[in-house]
């Protein structure tokens, strides 16, 4: 992916986010990018604890594309995805993930939130216990106060 088209989808994921902080929900998002770079296959906000935006898209996106086909897709996300977000991306086949601010990150702007609690364990590091090479591109410097604008006064009010 071109550092343009990883702005315009991490730009889009945001906007995701915010919706799902509109309904209540916290303020994360993913997308699902085809292996041309451009086309959005599918979006997804956060929806609880639980399930996290990058999971719930990634187990989607097994059960609707064949494994091979999503070894070329890309799973672009606002935030670091954490263990078990990265091990469904994992298991799903979804050969790139893009991120654009890490988990430290989100730990400052959550502390010891008890609804996220956030793991020190880099997708990185997850990734490399594993016998795939996904490719990992995050944070994105660039974009990263954008990505932390939604969760701004979030996690205090709840």
Partial sequence: MTPEQIA?????ANG???R???????????LLVAPDGDTVLAEQGNIDTVH??????????????????LWGCTLVTTFEPCAMCTGTVYWANIG?????ASEEALLAL?????????????????????QKAI?????VAALEAEMVAPHQGFWAQR
């Fill in 135 to 139: 490719e990992v591109i995050g944070p």
């Fill in 96 to 100: 790139r993930i893009v991120y654009g």
């Fill in 110 to 130: 959550t502390g010891n939130h008890e609804e996220n609690p956030t793991l020190s364990l880099p997708c990185r590091e997850v990734i490399a216990r594993g």
């Fill in 8 to 12: 315009r989808h991490l730009r889009r």
């Fill in 52 to 69: 996290h935006a990058e999971a719930t898209l990634a187990r989607t996106a097994s059960l609707n594309y064949p494994a091979d086909y």
């Fill in 16 to 18: 995701v986010a915010r």
């Fill in 20 to 30: 799902a902080a509109a309904m209540g929900r916290h303020p994360f998002g993913a």
